[in-house]
């Protein structure tokens, strides 16, 4: 009989963390974020192993790529992506438990003379 997969503390069958860490990447290369910035956390934090940054052009494509992610993360894992602040998109968390995205909408300052 083959071993059954690890389990996290959640009960949930453990993942490669880099497996799903490459997907976020690759989902936000094909969506066509912009400044992507990943930072290791990993022996730093408990939260997660990596928190990746991105923004989009516009809140519709913030929305999107958050969409995409997490829709991504579900097909390929079987895992339920944690989103917030898609009412506006113009700051959206995408929680994957070991990977914590957050995809902004840069403002646009103004000046005037």
């Given at each position: 009989?083959?071993?059954?997969?690890?389990?996290?503390?959640?009960?949930?069958?453990?993942?490669?963390?880099?497996?799903?860490?490459?997907?976020?990447?690759?989902?936000?290369?094909?969506?066509q974020?912009?400044?992507?910035?990943?930072?290791?956390?990993?022996?730093?934090?408990?939260?997660?192993?990596?928190?990746?940054?991105?923004?989009?052009?516009?809140?519709?494509?913030?929305?999107?790529?958050a969409?995409?992610?997490?829709?991504?993360?579900?097909?390929?894992?079987?895992?339920?992506?944690?989103?917030?602040?898609?009412?506006?998109?113009?700051?959206?968390?995408?929680?994957?438990?070991d990977?914590?995205?957050?995809?902004?909408?840069?403002?646009?300052?103004?000046?005037?003379?």
């Amino acid at each position: 009989m083959p071993d059954s997969p690890t389990e996290t503390a959640t009960g949930r069958p453990e993942l490669d963390v880099e497996d799903l860490h490459a997907l976020v990447l690759k989902s936000l290369d094909d969506d066509q974020a912009v400044e992507v910035v990943t930072i290791p956390l990993a022996g730093k934090s408990n939260i997660a192993d990596h928190m990746v940054i991105a923004s989009g052009r516009s809140t519709r494509q913030v929305a999107s790529m958050a969409h995409k992610l997490a829709d991504r993360i579900k097909e390929q894992f079987g895992r339920i992506a944690r989103i917030e602040g898609l009412p506006t998109a113009d700051w959206v968390l995408i929680d994957a438990d070991d990977v914590i995205v957050h995809l902004f909408r840069p403002r646009l300052e103004v000046f005037t003379i």
